[in-house]
């Protein structure tokens, strides 16, 4: 299949056509801007991605903790998608959200805060024979739409929470928590990685991803997006 136009072109275009709708109704009519909806969802902190082949060598989803995260910067592991509000992204880029949920819920490290109840878990399995299995998978899967929707693999970024989101600070982690559907609309794709081997009708269905309110927002907002854009969203496992 042909690649599918960037997202900022994708923008223009239906917001042109848009205006010219607007511009045949009758006169003293006001046609709005549906897209602008989109700029109205908070941005507080940079929405930070990552190259496809960085994720790829690195072997794993790391957490975004002071030390890793300061290399990463320097060495352009991690690199602003957008900086803040009003930003525009850099164009030629394709960003892929990685939505899912957690399947080591009890994991923590040094890291993590003994205060606080609710700091532990992490995205992958971090120990036995299914050890970086998600991390596995998002590769798979990446590299199957890179195939399919001939991408280049040097334009391909990736936001995965673990690490696009300060995990070691609990007011920068707060303002990404914030921005998170944001980030989603700001996405050219969206990816599920999943255990289940069926293609299930709707995300909603899918075991553990599709009983949590932060996943079903995440999929819901990015699909409205896409749509008001008039990019179709295609549903894969």
Same mark, same amino acid.
């Given at each position: ?16 056509? =848009? ?5 045949? =109704? #009758? ?13 109205? /969802? ?11 082949? =960085? /994720?790829?060598? =690195? ?14 910067? #320097? ?51 971090? #120990? ?49 928590? $914030? ?31 599709? #009983?949590?309110?932060?996943? $079903?927002?995440?999929? /819901? ?9 008039? $990019? ?6």
């Amino acid at each position: 299949p042909l690649p599918l136009p960037p997202l900022y072109e994708i923008e223009e275009q239906a917001r042109g056509r =848009q205006n010219a709708d607007a511009g045949s =109704q #009758s006169a003293g009519s006001e046609g709005g801007d549906p897209l602008a909806v989109l700029d109205t /969802f908070e941005l507080l902190t940079a929405m930070l991605v990552m190259p496809f082949e =960085q /994720f790829k060598n =690195q072997k794993r989803i790391v957490k975004s903790t002071k030390t890793w995260r300061d290399e990463a910067l #320097s060495n352009g592991w991690l690199v602003a998608h957008v900086k803040g509000a009003g930003d525009v992204p850099a164009p030629g880029k394709v960003v892929i959200f990685i939505s899912h949920t957690w399947w080591d819920r009890e994991f923590k490290d040094e890291t993590n805060d003994p205060t606080d109840p609710y700091d532990h878990g992490a995205p992958d399995h971090m #120990s036995g024979e299914k050890k970086d299995l998600k991390w596995r998978l998002i590769c798979a899967g990446v590299e199957k739409l890179i195939e399919q929707r001939g991408l280049k693999a040097k334009d391909v970024m990736l936001w995965v929470d673990w690490q696009s989101i300060y995990q070691d600070d609990k007011e920068e982690k707060l303002k990404g928590v $914030r921005s998170l559907i944001k980030y989603a609309t700001l996405c050219d794709y969206m990816l599920v990685p999943t255990e289940e081997e069926r293609l299930f009708e709707y995300p909603a269905q899918i075991p553990g991803y599709g #009983s949590r309110g932060w996943c $079903r927002v995440e999929y /819901f907002i990015f699909s409205l997006a896409a749509e008001m854009r008039g $990019r179709v969203v295609d549903w894969h496992v």
